[in-house]
T-cell receptor, first 111, second 115 residues
């Protein structure tokens, strides 16, 4: 019963560094999402995917990139980390009209 | 983008009492889904309840029920017999049915259950 797995759980980056947040799901869901959560702001959609090979921008895509080479994996790439990207990141997946299942989140701090 | 508004940043309720959390949304869509998620201090997002817009009957899940008013674009969550474990952040979410089935979230209501 792994569900949606995100790694790492915590990370500190220096300004200008790059990193990849990993996300994998074992439920064969076609839809996958990346959100960021900032205090008082709720969750904002960064990128989403409707299936392998298909991705699209959400509400706040600037500074991020994604890929979806398989149904299971949906990594999020930060190329040049900035303090504004300090946030908690959530990966989620869903199947058709079901609810979204979330990973446990990654707390990222950019200093 | 769709807009989801939760106008109560913080609420509190006595244990065993009933509390209602408010949510309104703005959309021109006729068919969509609405959700309430709970986020305890562990940070895990947990589904509380789900409502299909085409169903007039309000969804219920044990102590949790919703009041869905489609014309008013309102979707409130009622928690009955509040328990200490209900202390959490609660998010209202709207899912638009299209090629991406994106979820749009409100800013959340922090609920504290007082012993």
């Amino acid at each position: 019963n792994a569900g949606v797995t995100q790694t790492p759980k915590f990370r500190i980056l220096k300004i200008g560094q790059s990193m990849t947040l990993q996300c994998t799901q074992d439920m064969n869901h076609n839809y996958m999402y990346w959100y960021r959560q900032d205090p008082g702001m709720g969750l904002k959609l960064i990128y989403y995917s409707v299936g392998a090979g298909i991705t699209d921008k959400g509400e706040v895509p600037n500074g991020y990139n994604v890929s979806r080479s398989t149904t299971e994996d949906f990594p999020l790439r930060l190329e040049l980390a900035a303090p504004s990207q300090t946030s908690v990141y959530f990966c989620a997946s869903s199947y058709s009209t079901t609810e979204a299942f979330f990973g446990q989140g990654t707390r990222l701090t950019v200093v | 983008a769709q807009t989801v508004t939760q106008s109560q940043p913080e609420m509190s309720v006595q244990e065993a009492e009933t509390v209602t959390l408010s949510c309104t949304y703005d959309t021109s869509e006729n068919n969509y889904y609405l959700f309430w998620y709970k986020q305890p201090p562990s940070r895990q997002m947990i589904l509380v309840i789900r409502q299909e817009a085409y169903k007039q009957q309000n969804a219920t899940e044990n102590r949790f029920s919703v009041n869905f008013q489609k014309a008013a674009k309102s979707f409130s969550l009622k928690i009955s017999d509040s328990q200490l474990g209900d202390t959490a952040m609660y998010f209202c979410a709207f899912m638009k049915l299209n090629t991406g089935n994106q979820f749009y979230f409100g800013t959340g209501t922090s609920l504290t259950v007082i012993p």
